[in-house]
């Protein structure tokens, strides 16, 4: 017994033990494999990293675990004007440093909160920190400069300093502002992280922002008639480029006995600055109306996302290579040399952009230093005549990108340019070229969408400096301003979604409308410009699917529609099943261990080789991403470039299931061959000195 033991029964068990583990192993494999992928969505964040969300490897998806809260939007009244308000300095700030707080009242005291942006499980921002009470200051009128016209309130004094905590997550940050009088307003800064390499970089507009600020009654735009009086804070008049917004400021008295207000373009400020607050959204001035909602929606995604402004880009662009993507939302109008430069070259190096917004890159702007800090002077007198400085430096001329002496139209960069001002807000009609990124979406290449053109608009021009291989992703008819941009004189014209592949791999998208942000998310922070409910889930996947694919991810893209077939799902239920399989067959061969057993792992593993054909038909998307060519042509002419596609990768898909098959066979054959029972021969005892008893 013990050499029948020793010399048959472990053999067959070393087998088994073999078998069962290498089918196992196989069977994981063929889940992962084998099973279909899925479209991006909400990242899972395990919970309990709330405290520790700065060191996360996504810290904006671990900040967004952390308990929100509702209390960060409006609930007192604005109150009379110049009841409370404030700016901050600088605009933005790392983690460490110090962010002082101007802040003007005419009551005895006020509090402040401070709350960060962002998803929160929809409550759209969390609180960080809240003030004692502080003895109110109301600070002195602001000084206008007789030249330029430039506001500026740099004479107040600093009320308060806020350094920032290092575990506060780069941001969009909020101070709401509560007098003891019971009034409300509004300041903000950005807090950076200039190490972080998160896959988004956000660009809040602040130039921008700053152009249209009307506070202390000059903007870019319009600028108080002498002998008039103004309010102490003028209401928002709209500019030719700008959606109106009504005044949220409720007046406790009115002057009657003083002649109304008047602004007129004719005195406009040359110069704005930061030292002063903003005089529309309560204090947040067009960020609330246009930037807000793009903000959400990358953070309920769950996206790796750091924040920086157009002051950081101008100051040094460097760290835009870190990343890999620049993201710049709603309106960013106003550029400067080094803001264009510092752009430019990130999409050089590889970092794509996307513009979710229009009229961007469209005046030329110098920046300087003000008492308070540098780059807190914006420069911009729009007139070749009137810029002396420009007289001896061309290039350097504060009026339109796209005129003779700086001429670098934006579409160089955009891929197309700034058209005119819409007459109202209108549907959004997809194009042809957005076929790639509709997986998922529920809509077709001439799906309308309401009201996601609005404001301003651009599209495609024939001016020598448009990038090759434009797509066009949307193209939908307008009503336009005929005294504005280049609107035809009958009104009509049209505006479109753009998408380019720089030399560099770079992708370049223009949104072409103030309101794609609008498709995403439907918060209204200020309830008199209206509310708006456009998002849905079938936009939102569009965005992200071309999001996924500018940066390269190829299983997120659209697979062709011929690559959804129901032969395709079918060979997909192959796939699913060899997993189940190869496990029945790792029993079978603990089980009865015989030379038939090579048939059928060949049959499972071949049919895992099949069910690979799903994922084939997904790369395709990795075809699409392979070069700037191959993507216009697929955008453009999607049907024969897809099936040129989907035929060279099954026909490699489909040798690879038989050299699978083959190799699957001979190894299950040599398998089978080692673990057959052995035929045993009895052993007979030599006869040798040997009688039975009783012979």
């Given at each position: 017994?013990?050499?029948?033991?020793?010399?048959?029964?472990?053999?067959?068990?070393?087998?088994?033990?073999?078998?069962?583990?290498?089918?196992?192993?196989?069977?994981?494999?063929?889940?992962?494999?084998?099973?279909?992928?899925?479209?991006?969505?909400?990242?899972?964040?395990?919970?309990?990293?709330?405290?520790?969300?700065?060191?996360?490897?996504?810290?904006?998806?671990?900040?967004n675990t952390c308990p929100g809260s509702t209390t960060w939007q409006p609930d007192h009244p604005l109150g009379p004007a110049g009841a409370i308000e404030g700016f901050s300095n600088p605009v933005s700030v790392q983690a460490g440093q110090t962010v002082r707080l101007y802040i003007s009242t005419t009551a005895p005291t006020y509090s402040y909160t401070v709350y960060r942006l962002g998803w929160y499980g929809g409550l759209g921002a969390r609180q960080v920190y809240m003030s004692a009470s502080i003895q109110g200051i109301k600070q002195p009128a602001p000084t206008i400069d007789p030249v330029t016209r430039m506001v500026s309130a740099a004479t107040w004094r600093a009320s308060v300093p806020l350094t920032i905590p290092s575990d506060w997550v780069t941001g969009v940050y909020l101070v709401k502002l509560l007098s003891s009088t019971g009034y409300i307003h509004y300041l903000s800064f950005v807090v950076r992280d200039d190490a972080s390499h998160a896959t988004y970089v956000f660009q809040a507009s602040v130039f921008t922002d700053q152009a249209y600020n009307l506070w202390g009654g000059h903007s870019l735009y319009l600028g108080l008639v002498p002998n008039t009086h103004p309010q102490s804070t003028p209401p928002h008049t709209p500019p030719p480029h700008s959606t109106p917004i009504p005044?949220?400021?409720?007046?406790?008295?009115?002057?009657?006995?003083?002649?109304?207000?008047?602004y007129a373009y004719a005195y406009r400020s040359y110069v704005v600055s930061f030292d002063r607050p903003y005089d529309t959204d309560a204090g947040l001035g067009d960020f609330a109306v246009w930037d807000i909602n793009l903000l959400r929606w990358l953070e309920r995604n769950g996206d790796d996302v750091a924040y920086t402004t157009d002051t950081d880009t101008d100051?040094?662009?460097?760290?835009?290579?870190?990343?890999?993507?620049?993201?710049?939302?709603?309106?960013?109008?106003?550029?400067?040399?080094?803001?264009?430069?510092?752009?430019?070259?990130?999409?050089?190096?590889g970092v794509s952009l996307a513009f979710f917004g229009a009229n961007n890159i469209y005046w030329h702007v110098r920046t300087q230093s003000s008492p308070l800090g540098p780059d807190r002077e914006i420069i911009c007198y729009k007139s070749?005549?009137?810029?002396?400085?420009?007289?001896?430096?061309?290039?350097?001329?504060?009026?339109?990108?796209?005129?003779?002496?700086?001429?670098?139209?934006?579409?160089?960069?955009?891929?197309?340019?700034?058209?005119?001002?819409?007459?109202?807000?209108?549907?959004?009609?997809?194009?042809?070229?957005?076929?790639?990124?509709?997986?998922?979406?529920?809509?077709?290449?001439?799906?309308?969408?309401?009201?996601?053109?609005?404001g301003e608009y651009d599209h495609p021009t024939q001016n020598g400096h448009s990038p090759p291989g434009l797509v066009i992703l949307a193209s939908s008819p307008?009503?336009?301003?005929?005294?504005?941009?280049?609107?035809?004189?009958?009104?009509?014209?049209?505006?479109?979604?753009?998408?380019?592949?720089?030399?560099?791999?770079?992708?370049?998208?223009?949104?072409?409308?103030?309101?794609?942000?609008?498709?995403?998310?439907?918060?209204?922070?200020?309830?008199?410009?209206?509310?708006?409910?456009?998002?849905?889930?079938?936009?939102?996947?569009?965005?992200?699917?071309?999001l996924a694919f500018m940066l390269g991810d190829c299983a997120i893209p659209s697979q062709s529609d011929a690559a959804r077939t129901p032969i395709f799902a079918a060979i997909g239920v192959l796939g699913e099943a060899c997993a189940l399989l190869l496990v029945v067959e790792a029993l079978m061969l603990a089980l009865w261990p015989e030379r038939r057993g090579w048939s059928i792992w060949a049959l499972a593993t071949g049919l895992c080789a099949l069910g690979l054909s799903p994922l084939a038909a997904r790369l395709t998307a990795v075809v699409a991403c392979s070069g700037g060519a191959t993507?216009?042509?697929?955008?453009?002419?999607?049907?024969?470039?897809?099936?040129?596609?989907?035929?060279?990768?099954?026909?490699?898909?489909v040798a690879t299931c038989l050299a699978v098959i083959v190799v699957g066979g001979l190894v299950a054959w040599t398998v089978a061959q080692r673990i057959r029972p052995r035929r045993l021969t009895p052993v007979v005892p030599e006869a040798t000195h040997w009688r039975p008893p009783g012979s």
């Open positions: 017994m013990r050499g029948m033991t020793g010399d048959t029964l472990p053999a067959p068990m070393h087998a088994r033990r073999l078998a069962l583990t290498t089918a196992l192993v196989l069977a994981l494999t063929a889940i992962a494999g084998c099973g279909s992928l899925t479209g991006a969505g909400p990242r899972s964040i395990p919970a309990g990293v709330c405290a520790d969300a700065v060191t996360s490897s996504n810290p904006t998806a671990a900040e005044s949220t400021t409720s007046h406790s008295t009115t002057i009657h006995s003083a002649p109304r207000p008047k100051l040094s662009g460097s760290g835009l290579t870190q990343h890999k993507m620049m993201v710049v939302a709603g309106h960013s109008e106003y550029w400067s040399t080094a803001m264009r430069a510092h752009v430019t070259a990130a999409r050089d190096a070749v005549a009137l810029d002396l400085a420009g007289r001896t430096n061309p290039e350097e001329t504060t009026n339109l990108w796209r005129q003779r002496q700086v001429d670098d139209p934006e579409n160089s960069l955009l891929g197309q340019e700034y058209a005119g001002v819409l007459r109202s807000q209108t549907s959004m009609r997809l194009a042809p070229g957005v076929a790639p990124f509709l997986e998922g979406t529920g809509l077709s290449a001439d799906s309308t969408l309401p009201d996601l053109i609005g307008v009503h336009c301003k005929v005294a504005d941009g280049s609107c035809p004189r009958d009104g009509v014209d049209y505006t479109t979604s753009t998408l380019y592949h720089a030399a560099s791999g770079a992708w370049v998208f223009d949104a072409g409308t103030f309101s794609w942000a609008w498709g995403l998310d439907d918060l209204s922070f200020d309830k008199s410009v209206g509310t708006h409910r456009h998002a849905t889930a079938g936009f939102q996947r569009l965005t992200q699917n071309l993507v216009s042509g697929l955008a453009n002419q999607s049907g024969r470039v897809a099936a040129a596609a989907i035929v060279t990768v099954q026909v490699v898909t």
